[in-house]
C-alpha cells in the first residue's frame, strides 16, 4: 500500500510510493530519481546491475514529470533528501509525461508569470508554488474556523444579479435569457438583508466580479471575498472581529505552515499584534501631504501612492476610519453629529487596502435618499430597500480579499500568485 513520501523514513524498511518523476539522471551503473508527492521528495537508486530486468526497462523508458509507482527497500544515505533512498523491487509508470514539458517544474529554467499561469497545473507542481496554495488553504480554515464557532451562519448568495452593488461602474453585464443581468460585485446588499431576516451573524466566502479595466498587480476581475456582517453591532465590534480573524489567519500560518515558510524564504514570519492603529482619514491625508509630490486633500480617495506614504509612515496593520461620506457607498452610516462623516474604515496592510467596512444605514428613509444622492435610483433597489420598512435591526459589517491577504502576508509581487486561476482583463483560460 502506497504511503506518503514524508513518512518514509530511514527506519521504515520497506515503501510503496506514487508520484512525479522530479528529475532523473543517469550515471552509467547507476541511475538516480527524485519522486515528489505532496509531503515532499524521495531518492530512488537503481543499481543497474542489482534490479530486475523489468524495472531497468521502465526507468529507461520514464520521462519527467510522468507518475511512477515504486516499490522497494528503504536505506539510510545521508547525502539524500530526508537521509533515505528507495531501492526499487518494482517500477511501473502509471502514467508518462510527454517530452518536452510546457514548463520546467525543477525551476531550473526561469518563466515569466504568464507562461506560468498559460501552464498553471505544472507551475503548481513546484512545491514553491504549492506551498502559496498551503499558506492560503491554512488562512481560509482559520477564517472558517474562527467565524463557525463565534457563532456565525455561512450563507450563499446570487452571484448574478439584476442591480449593481457597489456603484455602477466595473459592473460585467451578462446575457441572462431576455434580460440583462449582471455578475454581483459583492455581496454586500444580501448580507444586509439577512440582518432583515433576523440571522443577526451571517458570512460568506464566494467570489466577487469586477470589470477593472486596467491590469494591475493588486486587482482581479473574479477575487474571492471574505464577507461578514452581525447585528447590533457597531464599526468598532466589527473592527475588532476583523483584527482577530486577520490575526487568526496569520496565527494559524505561523504554527501549521512552517515548512512552506521555509521554503518560501519566509524565516522571519511574523504575527501582526494587535490592536491595530485606528487612523482618522484626516491624519491620513495629511500624512499623504506631508511625504507624496502628488497633490491631495481632504475629500480625495487614496490613491496607490498616498497609500504607499502613509503606509510607510505605519509601518504595520492599521485602520483607516471616519471617512467622508461623499466617497464611501450609500449604506455607510453617518454620524448624528456630524453627517459628512461616516461610520465607514478601510483595513490596511502598509502595501495596500484588505478590507472595507462600515457601520450600515439601517433606517429606510434615510437610505433611500443615500442612494439618491450618489445619482443612483432607488427603484432599482426595492428588493433590497424593502425589508428596510419591516424591522431592521442596526447592523455592521466588512468584506475582506482573501488573495489580498495572502499575497501581503507572503510578500508576493503579483496578485495572480495567490490565485490558482486568475481572472484579468487578457486571461479568461485556464
Ligand atoms: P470593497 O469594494 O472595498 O468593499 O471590497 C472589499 C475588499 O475586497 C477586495 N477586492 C479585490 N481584490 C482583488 N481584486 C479586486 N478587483 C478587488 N475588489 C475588491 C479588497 C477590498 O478591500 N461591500 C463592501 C464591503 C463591506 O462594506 O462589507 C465592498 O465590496 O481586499
Known sequence: MRIPIQEVTPGVERAEIVGFVHEL???????????????????VTVPKKKVPEAVLSAVREVSRESVVRVRGTVKAIEKAPGGRELVPESFE???LAESPLPLDVVEKVPADLDTRLDSRFLDARRPRVAAVFQV????????????????????????????????GTELFPIAYFEKEAFLNQSPQLYKQMMMGAGFEKVFEIGPIFRAE???TTKHLNEATSIDVEVSYAD?????????????AAYRRVDSTCRAFL??????????PSSPFPRLPYEEAITIAQKKTDEPISYGDDIGTAAEKAIGEEMGSHYFIVDWPTAIKPYYAMPYDDDPS?????????????????????HQHDLLV?????????????????TPFRYGMPPHSGWGLGAERLVMTMLGLQNIREAVLFPRDRHRLVP
Open 213 to 215: 479595466e486596467h491590469n
Open 262 to 271: 521555509d521554503l518560501l524564504e519566509l524565516g522571519d514570519f511574523e504575527v
Open 136 to 167: 492560503r488553504n491554512a488562512c481560509m480554515q482559520a477564517v472558517y474556523e474562527h467565524l463557525f464557532s463565534s457563532g456565525f451562519i455561512h450563507i450563499t448568495t446570487p452571484k448574478v444579479v439584476a442591480a449593481a452593488t457597489e456603484g
Open 235 to 247: 464599526h468598532h465590534q466589527v473592527m475588532a472581529l476583523l483584527e482577530e480573524i486577520v490575526i
Open 369 to 385: 435618499r443615500q442612494i439618491q444622492s450618489k445619482g443612483l435610483n432607488p427603484e432599482s433597489f426595492l428588493f433590497y430597500l
Open 341 to 361: 462623516v461616516c461610520k465607514a474604515f478601510d483595513l490596511m496592510h502598509p502595501r495596500m487596502e484588505l478590507s472595507s467596512g462600515s457601520q450600515r444605514v
Open 25 to 43: 539522471r543517469d550515471l552509467g551503473g547507476l541511475s538516480f530519481l527524485l519522486v515528489r508527492d505532496r509531503t515532499g521528495i524521495i531518492q
Open 93 to 95: 509508470i502509471v502514467s
